[in-house]
């Protein structure tokens, strides 16, 4: 897998597949899209303060950050659970320029988290739990009780099988009635297969660059 570093319009660095000719992120901003996408319409719209979160596409490690970062601004207990088939090498990750563009971003966590062994469970705070699963999605076999999903995969058009009843099928098995699923594609045939799989969806605004995003919520 051929990766480099991208810069995105807001200053925040992503990083860009070059066999598939896709970014992890959005160019118009890594940062400002993960906060949209993941963090205001996704965990700031749950009311619990113990939470279970799987995130589809670990990737740069920029959704786990600001989550834990959000962790210790509203005292949360979280449990992460991030499933990803391709991680970074550590001559990747060590030059993702995160720490810098965040406010008061907890130092060394990124590189704390990436280097963190896969299989196992790792306290990063007394409050966040990081469980990374070295695993293609297609094949996962996952535990239940997840109230949050961050659905981050690459897009519909570039891996099709991702998006496909199988998948979210299985997320709707392993998650909480009124579980929140939120990702940034609002394509209508991935809102068809999550109203077919068992989820409430929802077209909500979208980050910079993008009209519209799904929020979906487990009937």
Avoid at 104 to 129: A, Y
Wanted: proline fraction near 5%.
């Amino acid at each position: 897998m051929e990766r480099s570093i991208m810069m995105t319009k807001d200053g925040s660095h992503t990083m860009f597949m070059n066999g598939m000719d896709e970014p992890y992120h959005s160019r118009h901003g890594a940062l400002q899209e993960s906060l949209h996408v993941f963090i205001k319409e996704g965990l700031q719209r749950t009311e619990m303060t113990n939470l279970r979160i799987l995130e589809l596409g670990f990737g740069t490690g920029l959704n786990a950050l600001l989550t834990l970062k959000e962790s210790i601004s509203k005292n949360l207990n979280i449990y992460y659970h991030a499933v990803e088939k391709y991680p970074l090498k550590e001559t990747e990750y060590t030059l993702l320029n995160y720490e810098m563009v965040i406010d008061s971003c907890p130092k060394g966590v990124l590189i704390r988290m990436h280097s963190s062994p896969w299989g196992n469970p790792v306290n990063i705070t007394d409050h966040f739990t990081l469980y990374k699963e070295n695993s293609d999605f297609r094949s996962m076999k996952l535990p239940s009780h997840f109230n949050l999903i961050y659905f981050d995969a690459f897009s519909p058009e570039k891996q099709p099988e991702l998006w496909a009843n199988d998948i979210f099928g299985t997320i709707h098995k392993v998650s909480d009635p009124g579980a929140i699923l939120v990702t940034y594609s609002s394509k209508g045939a991935v809102r068809r297969t999550l109203t077919t799989c068992g989820f409430d969806v929802h077209k909500v605004a979208g980050p910079p660059g993008k009209r519209e995003m799904i929020r979906a919520v487990k009937r």
